[in-house]
């Protein structure tokens, strides 16, 4: 099946930029997201970027995408406290499909 | 309502006990998703739901699963015999279609199991 594949762990300084990486597999791939889920909270749609479309800003969030090497990116700037959390990359195809998830990075602000 | 809705938001339950978990989806959203979240894991897909029937229950670990939904709009997640393997939490999501870009797919805060 479609794999979705991401690292488990960041840590970065208050003030620096994050950079979240996530490759997959599935080349019909139509939209792909990043979903944020802090603490005890359910998922909370962040941003997402259809796959004919290589960059995406909005305000903090700059997502890339290599559609060549099916690699998808979210950088974080000024990054704070309050970004700590785990990040989920996902995948869509073409028809009636479910989302396809990573395993999520955690990623750790320091103070 | 306003948001995707689920209950009970936690639940404890004894080894070889049946639960029930429940979905209510945003107003409107005719596409209702269930996933499963254990711990460490990543988001592992169970069954959706375009209107009332479910094209693809392929994720439905065992045969203890099932999931209905009716009018459209509550969906229920039936674990019948539930085992320690079980404990996890369960997440709604819903959108307004299944396909294009109004599929933003919204989701609940989860049913936490546990069970004992």
């Known amino acids: 099946g479609e794999d979705v594949e991401q690292s488990l762990f960041l840590s970065v300084r208050e003030g620096d930029s994050s950079v979240i990486n996530c490759t997959y597999t599935d080349s019909s791939s139509t939209y792909l997201y990043w979903y944020k889920q802090e603490p005890g909270a359910g998922l909370q749609l962040l941003t997402y970027?259809?796959?004919?479309?290589d960059m995406k800003q909005d305000q903090r969030l700059t997502v890339l995408l290599n559609k060549k090497d099916k690699h998808l990116s979210l950088r974080i700037a000024d990054t704070q406290t309050g970004d700590s959390a785990i990040y989920f990359c996902?995948?869509?195809?073409?028809?009636?499909?479910?989302?396809?998830f990573g395993k999520g990075t955690r990623l750790s602000v320091i103070a | 309502g306003a948001g995707v809705s689920q209950s009970p938001s936690n639940k404890v339950t004894e080894k070889g006990k049946d639960v029930e978990l429940r979905c209510d989806p945003i107003s409107g959203h005719t596409a209702l998703y269930w996933y499963r979240q254990s711990l460490g894991q990543g988001l592992e897909f169970l069954i959706y739901?375009?209107?009332?029937?479910?094209?693809?229950k392929s994720g439905l670990p065992s045969d203890r699963f099932s999931a209905e939904r009716t009018g459209g709009s509550v969906s229920t997640l039936t674990i019948q015999r539930t085992q320690q393997e079980d404990s996890a939490v369960y997440l709604c999501?819903?959108?307004?279609?299944?396909?294009?870009?109004?599929?933003?797919?919204?989701f609940g805060e989860g049913s936490w199991l546990t069970v004992v």
């Open positions: 739901f375009q209107g009332n029937s479910a094209p693809d």
């Open positions: 999501a819903s959108s307004l279609i299944t396909e294009g870009p109004g599929n933003t797919i919204y």
């Open positions: 996902a995948e869509k195809s073409a028809g009636n499909t479910p989302l396809v």
């Open positions: 970027i259809f796959s004919n479309m």
